[in-house]
């Protein structure tokens, strides 16, 4: 099982100069990749769980690629139906073009409304547009002179001028409900579950493995998120007062090797590890899941 780092691109301490530092320090420490969220714009009233800045993923993805030489750059997950298909499809090629093939397109249907109001786009239809403009992209992606016909999306003949290294590029479908993981079967894609205990994960995957075997396909790839805290042996674990941490456990080595093992163990292809994005704490944590997970 792979395992990758979320980097906090919603925090306003990460800017350019510990952009470098923590992708380069997480390299450095055995992760296989990096992941990054996707907000415009978030409500008032949201702040406090979605964070208080969001860097822009493709200019980010992009700079974190002339940083880094190995890690794979994933989105988890970039909201499809907030941009037009047709650029999001060559910033996602520019991308896997400039960091020689390791982008990994995670995308989802959004659940913010007023975000959807603030850039005009229709909530309820949603998931629509995301299933449309996963085809669209497809085409601009492997066609040298691409075609699409949709509800939202039309154009004929179309250059797409850059297209990604990788063929197909690798895409994931994030989501908890029935319907991302059909979705994910659908566009032959990989499935990136919401946060949650591993009991919930659990539950999850065999619904997955349900519906695949329901509709004659493999089981997609899945590539789980896993909020974490990690601590020192034997170190004081006072009360969690922010109601964004509330589900991240305070794991000493052998507690949190004892969840990855449980977490392998259901098939989870890659694990990306979300801890807290406290400047303060951030390298010395990057330090200790490299001891606690990825030394083994």
Known sequence: MRVGLAPPNYARWFDGATVAEVCRHAEEAGFDSLWFGDHVAIPQDQADVFGNAYLDVFPLLGHVAALT???R???NVLVAPYRNPVVTAKEVATVDRLSDGRVVLGVGVGHVRGEFEALG?????????TDE???????????DVASYEGEWVRFR??????????????????????????????????????????EQLAAKVAQLRTLAAEVGKPCPTIVA??????????????PIPHRGELRRPRLEKAEAREQLARIAEL??????????????????????????????
């Open 69 to 71: 030489e190995r890690v």
């Open 73 to 75: 750059l994933g989105t």
């Open 121 to 129: 786009v229709p909530f309820d239809e949603r998931g629509r547009r």
């Open 133 to 143: 403009y996963l085809r669209a992209m497809r085409a601009l992606w492997e066609q």
């Open 157 to 198: 003949d179309l250059c797409p001028l850059t297209r990604p290294v990788q063929q197909p590029l690798p895409v994931l479908i994030g989501g908890d409900g029935p319907r991302s993981m059909r979705r994910a079967l659908e566009h032959d894609a990989g499935w990136a579950p919401g946060q949650g205990t591993i």
């Open 225 to 238: 998120r896993w909020l974490v805290h990690p601590v020192e042996d034997g170190a004081p674990r006072p």
């Open 267 to 296: 098939g989870v292809s890659e694990l990306i590890v979300d801890i807290p994005a406290r400047h303060e704490t951030y390298h010395r944590n990057i330090d200790l899941i490299a001891e606690h997970v990825l030394a083994g």
